[in-house]
């Protein structure tokens, strides 16, 4: 961890356009949390509160915050929303047979073919005023349960709040306004 918060103090400090700084913080979160869990890239999505805490938007894949087109509202029948309604973590290893938002699951990133999620634990990301500012989900992809890989655990979700505590501050401050 202190070797993440080594590099997104780097990041900050540096003289790039705010847009820039923000695209390194997400990159500098995503890339550690690929390595803490053994992820592929399109395994980790960063989803931050817009519009007075209204509506949901990826920041991360890069491609779907680029997109601009990727907002939903923080009632709808996800578990983003559900993290933050709650602002509490979870994870499920039957993701499946959970009702969500199944749009995301289809789009084809980095020229990747779309994979189902079949594992998934996501936590919220709180600023240490208790401010809840968006979530953070990682997923286990595959075409069954069994090809996905290992199950998630309480322990893997401590770990990712851990992060997500770490991160949240270095994501509020780099924000750009149009986002």
């Not at 979160?29 to 890239?41: G, P």
């Not at 983003?80 to 979870?90: M, N």
């Not at 189902?116 to 996501?122: E, G, P, V």
């Not at 989900?137 to 770990?159: C, M, N, P, T």
Request: net charge positive.
């Amino acid at each position: 961890m202190e070797d993440l918060r080594l590099r997104l103090e780097g990041v900050v400090q540096g003289d790039l356009p705010k847009r820039e700084v923000f695209k390194g913080v997400l990159n500098q979160i995503a890339s550690s949390i690929i390595t803490i869990f053994s992820l592929e890239e399109d395994e980790v999505a960063i989803i931050l509160i817009r519009d007075k805490g209204q509506l949901l938007r990826f920041a991360y894949p890069l491609e779907l915050y680029e997109g601009g087109m990727n907002a939903f509202p923080v009632t709808a029948s996800s578990v983003a929303g559900q993290v933050v309604r709650s602002r509490q973590g979870l994870f499920f290893n039957d993701f499946q047979e959970i009702r969500h938002l199944s749009i995301y699951e289809k789009m084809r990133l980095k020229g990747r073919e779309p994979r189902d999620i079949q594992k998934i634990l996501s936590a919220p990301l709180i600023l240490p005023d208790s401010k809840v500012i968006g979530v953070v989900q990682i997923s286990r992809k595959g075409k069954s349960l069994a090809e996905a890989g290992k199950d998630f655990s309480k322990q893997d979700l401590e770990k990712l709040a851990s992060l997500c505590s770490l991160a949240a501050p270095y994501l509020s401050k780099s924000i750009p306004p149009d986002f």
